[in-house]
């Protein structure tokens, strides 16, 4: 496969899991059970864990040490400003999060249906980041980043955007807009990913130095959401431990893609 093709299959599947994930709009009927819910609410906090770990911060830190600089630095001050820049976007852009009804960011009279948009958007933003600078990592020739590296984190993250656009899909029939609609909307949500990852490519690009900040700015970002909203939604309501076993499943089979691939 050559350079080229990477570069276009790495930016396309993570749009076709999303796309793939709002196409259950047409052939479910009912809104996801609670259980099944939660259940991939937690495995695409697994996945993202896991991507941040082995896709992300530890290729920083190798590049670093190559480098011969301080191996920790890039990777703490980019995690926190990754941290940072997300919490900015959530306390600025009206959202509302599953399962709720009280938005979040500035007050707005956006509706229901747009704020839920919204929140999927914002949280795909990371995500296309991430894509993005692994892709530039691999393109510009560095050894720690392989194509099957960043194969292995495209098919990761396309893997649990199928249930993440089924979540944001199916809620979106409930508040009555049409099924066309929803999975129209589910899937412009998606599309800020490969919109994120040229962004983040084109940016790199420019200065491969900082390579190693933006690798963990990404994972900071995607951190972040893990923990403000996917967990937080994968333990809501009624008790219920299928939430932590789908963030076991989701990391292991995000470590394994990593590791035997990469």
């Not at 900082?210 to 690798?215: A, D």
Request: net charge negative.
């Amino acid at each position: 496969m050559s350079d080229t093709m990477i570069l276009v299959a790495g930016l396309l599947l993570p749009l076709i899991g999303t796309t793939l994930g709002a196409a259950m709009v047409f052939f479910l009927k009912n809104e996801m059970k609670p259980k099944v819910q939660k259940a991939l609410l937690g495995f695409a906090s697994g996945v993202m864990i896991a991507a941040s770990v082995w896709s992300l911060l530890i290729p920083a830190i190798e590049m670093t040490e190559e480098q011969g600089g301080v191996a920790w630095i890039p990777c703490a001050v980019g995690f926190l400003i990754g941290i940072g820049f997300l919490l900015l976007m959530d306390t600025l852009i009206p959202h509302l999060h599953i399962n709720t009804d009280k938005a979040e960011g500035h007050k707005s009279k956006l509706s229901k249906a747009l704020m839920l948009i919204l929140a999927v958007t914002l949280h795909n933003i990371p995500e296309g980041m991430a894509v993005g600078v692994v892709l530039a990592g691999f393109s510009s020739g560095n050894a720690n980043i392989s194509a099957a590296a960043a194969l292995a984190l495209s098919i990761g993250i396309a893997i649990q955007n199928f249930p993440e656009g089924a979540i944001i899909s199916m809620p979106l029939v409930a508040t009555g807009i049409s099924k066309r609609k929803a999975f129209s909307y589910g899937f412009l949500s998606g599309v800020v990913e490969p919109i994120g990852a040229i962004l983040t490519i084109f940016l790199t690009s420019l200065v491969t130095s900082v390579l190693p900040y933006i690798l963990a700015f990404a994972a900071g970002a995607m951190i972040y959401v893990v923990v403000e909203e996917l967990i937080p939604a994968a333990q809501d309501g009624e008790h219920s431990n299928v939430g932590t076993i789908g963030v076991a499943l989701g990391f292991t089979l995000m470590m394994i893609l990593d590791v035997a691939l990469g």
